[in-house]
């Protein structure tokens, strides 16, 4: 499914936090978000979601206004991990995964056997499976970021938003998560803080001040200018000569080569 | 809920959970009936709904079917609407603020509507024209209404949403007192204190005609609205990004929260630690999924308050303590082991 915007923007009582965004992500494609802190990312994330108040410009989802669509709607066919969504209910993971199901279920299509095997099988792709009883306040935060994502599965949606879901996860669930996230066959816009795991993406936005800096392959996009203009490092580009994979080595600008 | 139920086991289990739950009601209401200042032998009370109800024709003192029929009956029924209305409303708030603490108590809903309510008794504001509960109503409207915006002036994050309630319900509180001070003779100022702290003497037919149909209502629309409560588990962007509309959820769940509160602080007073400690037992009861948590609190909530009410009638012989401070007894050590248990938890 093909998510577009024209001239997005958002303000927060007056300043510009994102503006002037306009790109188009394929059906099926990876889009990586990469930037500092602060450049807008998440707020991006939240606009694309359809879930920030007032926005500027607008999304279209396969051409169609998100403004004008219903909320059910666009919950079935776009699903959002935020980061750091917490709750202090005593809820169990198997409950936590069975919420992704809401917007297919009403008063009268109430949670069936089809869900159950829909929540089930969203556990197992994120190697959950056996933890369904356990309570969510005994989770740690690489596990909770991981229900979260099983969550968003259960929505079967065919567009995924995710907001650096690779924090808090050790590195064999971030990998895990990564090759998950590529093998969907849906279209992904994920915000990423490590530049080497966004060499994996089809393609790469760069935001900068609220602003789209760049957009592109990787390879074009992470050039030693931007990377040291926008992110404030140096890269040196290494080659694996069993895959010919380029990764990164970073150093501070400061710092003696 | 989620386990897996064939559509034909699942309605079998809602019927045979909501069959028990009316039994333990109506026993619950039985019990109201029989206790009090004089105990009533069953016989009398059998005869005295049967003759009332089917017109039994079987011989009783008129002043026991009197005792029983126009007093203790409503009474109890009253009592309970109230406990389940205030229970659902504690239910409800805790899930759309995302806050332990939250009950129409602590967010100055029942503050405002105690205010409306002594402001048309008193200063007959609109007396004619709304009536007790009219103005119960429009206070609650107006406390909630500025609660939620100074939260939102505040940040609009779950603490500030509870400190502007403490604001609100000192503010509103005051206003009540200034009314009382200004306006009311001694008399009268005494009813409205006592009336304030709680109260059922009054209740008569009428009022269960109101009460009961709130209740009903209010549990209908929360139960019509069980997954868009459990969507706000992770917060309202979560609701949102989960298919709630949820501005349009919200006021029409805090329409039924503020109906529900006003209604019953205009007949009872204003009762608290219902709306704040039931929903906690009920949670730990059954859970924190709304199919289960709505129906089990406003049940929890219908007994607890018909117990408390006769527990009042009984607690010092031929006296009423103000059923608002049975429940305050009942009620702090039952928060103070929430604060206790939540503290464990984190």
């Known amino acids: ?257 | 809920m989620s386990q897996t139920v064939p559509p034909a086991g699942l309605a079998l289990h809602v019927a045979l959970r909501g069959m028990a739950g009316g039994a333990v009601l109506l026993l619950a209401v039985l019990a109201g009936v029989i206790l009090g200042e004089t105990p009533l032998p069953w016989a009398t009370v059998h005869a005295a709904l049967a003759n009332n109800l089917w017109g039994a024709g079987l011989p009783v003192d008129a002043i026991d079917q009197g005792i029983i029929w126009s007093y203790r009956v409503p009474r109890t029924l009253v009592a309970a609407a109230c406990g389940a209305g205030l229970a659902l409303a504690g239910v409800v708030l805790q899930a759309l603020v995302r806050n332990a603490l939250a009950d129409p108590y602590l967010l100055g809903v029942s503050a405002g509507a105690s205010t409306g309510a002594v402001a048309v008794t008193i200063l007959g504001i609109g007396a004619g024209a709304i009536g007790i509960s009219g103005g119960a109503f429009l206070g609650a409207a107006l406390a909630f209404g500025l609660v939620a915006a100074l939260a939102r002036a505040a940040g609009g994050g779950p603490a500030q949403m509870v400190l502007a309630g403490i604001a609100g319900s000192q503010l509103f509180n005051a206003l009540t007192s200034f009314f009382i001070a200004k306006s009311a003779n001694a008399e009268q100022a005494r009813g409205i204190i006592f009336w304030l702290l709680g109260n059922l003497s009054g209740v008569r037919w009428p009022d269960v005609t109101l009460a009961v149909p709130v209740a009903i209502i209010g549990l209908c629309v929360c139960l019509w609205h069980m997954r868009a409560l459990d969507a706000f588990t992770f917060g309202a962007d979560a609701a949102s990004s989960l298919g709630i509309a949820v501005r349009r959820v919200q006021i029409v769940l805090i329409g039924a929260v503020t109906l529900m509160t006003a209604t019953m602080v205009s007949l009872v007073g204003s009762i608290g630690f219902v709306g704040l400690v039931i929903p906690h037992a009920a949670r730990l009861l059954v859970g924190p999924r709304h199919g289960r948590l709505l129906p089990a609190a406003a049940l929890a909530g219908a007994v607890f308050l018909i117990a408390a009410d006769v527990a009042s009638r009984m607690l010092i012989p031929g006296q009423v303590v103000p059923i608002g401070v049975v429940t305050a007894l009942v009620g702090a050590p039952g928060f103070a082991l929430i604060l206790i248990r939540g503290r464990g938890r984190t």
């Not at chain 1, 795991?197 to 900068?208: F, I, W, Y």
């Open chain 1, 1 to 257: 499914m093909r998510i577009a915007t024209y001239n997005l923007g958002w303000a927060s009582g007056g300043r510009p936090i994102v503006e002037g965004i306009t790109l188009e992500v394929k059906s099926g494609e990876t889009l990586g978000l990469i930037g500092p802190n602060g450049s807008g990312k998440s707020t991006l994330l939240r606009l694309l979601a359809g879930i920030a108040p007032r926005p500027q410009g607008h999304v279209t989802l396969e051409g169609e206004d998100l403004r004008r669509m219903k909320r059910r709607d666009i919950a079935r066919r776009i699903a959002f991990v935020e980061q750091q969504a917490d709750t202090a209910e005593a809820l169990r993971v198997r409950d936590a995964v069975a919420l992704g199901r809401t917007p297919w279920l009403s008063p009268l299509a109430p949670f069936g056997a089809a869900d159950a095997a829909i929540c089930a099988k969203a556990l197992a792709h994120v190697g959950m499976a056996q933890m369904a009883d356990r309570s969510w306040s005994t989770l740690s935060g690489g596990e909770r970021q991981r229900v979260h994502i099983a969550r968003a599965l259960a929505q079967r949606p065919q567009v995924m938003l995710l907001d650096e879901p690779t924090n808090h996860l050790d590195i064999h669930h971030q990998l895990a998560l990564l090759r998950l996230i590529s093998d969907l066959p849906v279209t992904v816009v994920i915000a990423l803080h490590d530049l080497n795991q966004a060499m994996g993406c089809d393609r790469l936005a760069v935001m900068e001040g609220g602003r789209l800096a760049a957009i592109g392959p990787p390879a074009e996009v992470l050039t030693q200018t931007r990377l040291g203009r926008i992110f404030r490092v140096g890269g040196r580009a290494l080659h694996d000569p069993t895959d010919g994979a380029t990764q990164f080595r970073f150093h501070c600008l400061e710092d003696p080569l």
